[in-house]
C-alpha cells in the first residue's frame, strides 16, 4: 500500500509490480520500486534486478577513485609527483577505471543470469545458506522480503525459484559475509592471493608504483573485494556455505582451494573466451557452458579440500598440478574409452553447431 512505502510525493503515480506493461527494468536511481515491486513484477515475468545491482558501478567507481587517491597520496607525500602531475594523472585513466568497474558489473549480472537458468535447482541450496545467515544473526528474512520457509516450500511444489531480486539481495550478502571472514583470516596476507592488490588497479598505476601498494592502509580490504568478488560471481552466492557444509572448511580453506582449481585448470582464460561469444551465440548456449565448467570448479574445490592438510604454498602446488593437467589435456580425446570418445566428440559437435569455435567446443568437451 502507499502506507507501506511512505512516499507520499509519489503515491499519484505509484503503481504495482504486476501493472507495469514493459519487458525490461532498470534502475536508474535509488529505491524506484520497493523490494516487493520488484519479486511481484519478476514473477509475472519481468526482468529486473535491484537498484543495488543496477547502481553498483557509482559505487564501485567511487570506491577506485578514493583508493587511488590514497595510492598517489602516498607517492605524493615522499615527493615523486606534484598536486598538478597527480591531477594530470588522474584524469589519463579515467577510461581505464570505467573498463575496471564495467568488468565487475559485468560479471555480477552474469552470475544473476546464470543462476536464473538453474531456477528451482537452487531453491534448496538457496533455503540452507538463508537459514545460516539467519543462525549468525547476519540476516533478518523479514527484513530483506526473502520468502519464509513456508513460502519456499510453495515455491518447491511450483518448480519455482527465486526470483532475480531475491538472488541479488543473496548475493550482496554472500560477498559481505565473504568479505568479513577473509579480511579476519590471513590468507589474503598470501604473496599469491595479494596479487589482486595490483590487479585491482589501472595499469600505469602498476607499471609505476607497484613497490607503493603493499603500504596501502586498505590493502587488505581491497584484496579481500577483489577475492571475495571474483569467486562468487563466478561460483554463485551458495558455493562457499556449500563447500563449507560438505567438508567442514574454514573460509580460507575454501577460497585457498578454489584459488587452486581455478588457476590449475586455467579457468580464467576459458571463462573469457566464454564471454567473447556474446552476442555471437545464443545467452541460454553461453548459461550451459558456465554451468559446466562450474560443475569441475565444484568437484576439484571438494577435491583439494578433502585434501586440506597438504599446506605447500599456492605457487608451489600449482608447480605441481598445471603442467599434468596440460599434458592431460593434450591427450584428449585419444586416451579415452570409446564410448566416452563418441561422448566427447558429440558435445564439441553441438556447441559448434550453436556457433561455438572449434577448439574452445572440444576444450568444453573435455571438462567431463
Request: glycine letters at 8%; one cysteine or more.
Amino acid at each position: 500500500t502507499h502506507a507501506d512505502v511512505g512516499d507520499r510525493a509519489n503515491d499519484a503515480i505509484r503503481v504495482n509490480g504486476s501493472e507495469l506493461r514493459c519487458k525490461v527494468v532498470g534502475e536508474g536511481g535509488n529505491l524506484g520500486f520497493t523490494q516487493l515491486g520488484r519479486v511481484e513484477f519478476a514473477r509475472a515475468g519481468g526482468r529486473i534486478c535491484t537498484d543495488a545491482i543496477d547502481n553498483s558501478a557509482g559505487v564501485d567507481c567511487s570506491d577506485h577513485e578514493v583508493n587511488i587517491k590514497i595510492l598517489l597520496g602516498l607517492v605524493e607525500a615522499e615527493g615523486e609527483i606534484t598536486r598538478k602531475q597527480r591531477n594530470e594523472l588522474l584524469a589519463t585513466m579515467t577510461d581505464e577505471v570505467g573498463r575496471l568497474v564495467l568488468a565487475d558489473n559485468y560479471f555480477q549480472t552474469q552470475s544473476l543470469s546464470v543462476s536464473g537458468v538453474r531456477g528451482e535447482k537452487l531453491l534448496d541450496a538457496q533455503a540452507s545458506l538463508m537459514r545460516a545467515l539467519e543462525k549468525a544473526g547476519r540476516l533478518n528474512r523479514a527484513v530483506e522480503f526473502l520468502p519464509s520457509e513456508d513460502e519456499i516450500a510453495e515455491r518447491r511444489a511450483a518448480r519455482e525459484g527465486l526470483t532475480t531480486p531475491e538472488r541479488a539481495v543473496l548475493l550482496a550478502y554472500s560477498k559481505m559475509v565473504l568479505f568479513d571472514d577473509l579480511v579476519k583470516g590471513t590468507l589474503i596476507d598470501d604473496e599469491y592471493v595479494a596479487r589482486a592488490l595490483v590487479d585491482y588497479f589501472p595499469t600505469e598505476l602498476a607499471r609505476r608504483y607497484a613497490a607503493v601498494m603493499p603500504r596501502h592502509p586498505l590493502r587488505r580490504e581491497i584484496v579481500a573485494t577483489v577475492v571475495a568478488n571474483a569467486m562468487i560471481n563466478r561460483t554463485g552466492s551458495v558455493f562457499v556455505h556449500r563447500m563449507q557444509e560438505e567438508t567442514g572448511a574454514t573460509v580460507d580453506e575454501v577460497t585457498r582451494a578454489f584459488i587452486l582449481v581455478r588457476d590449475a585448470f586455467g579457468f580464467e582464460a576459458l571463462w573469457n573466451a566464454i564471454d567473447a561469444l556474446d552476442n555471437r551465440v545464443p545467452a541460454a548456449v553461453q548459461a550451459e557452458m558456465l554451468i559446466e565448467a562450474g560443475r569441475l570448479v565444484l568437484r576439484a574445490t571438494l577435491w583439494f579440500l578433502r585434501r586440506r592438510r597438504e599446506k605447500l604454498p599456492i605457487a608451489e602446488v600449482l608447480a605441481i598440478f598445471q603442467p599434468g593437467l596440460a599434458a592431460f589435456r593434450r591427450q584428449l580425446p585419444a586416451i579415452l574409452s570409446a564410448a566416452d570418445r563418441e561422448t566427447f566428440e558429440a558435445t564439441a559437435a553441438r556447441l559448434e553447431s550453436k556457433g561455438v569455435g572449434a577448439e574452445l567446443a572440444r576444450h568444453m568437451a573435455g571438462l567431463d
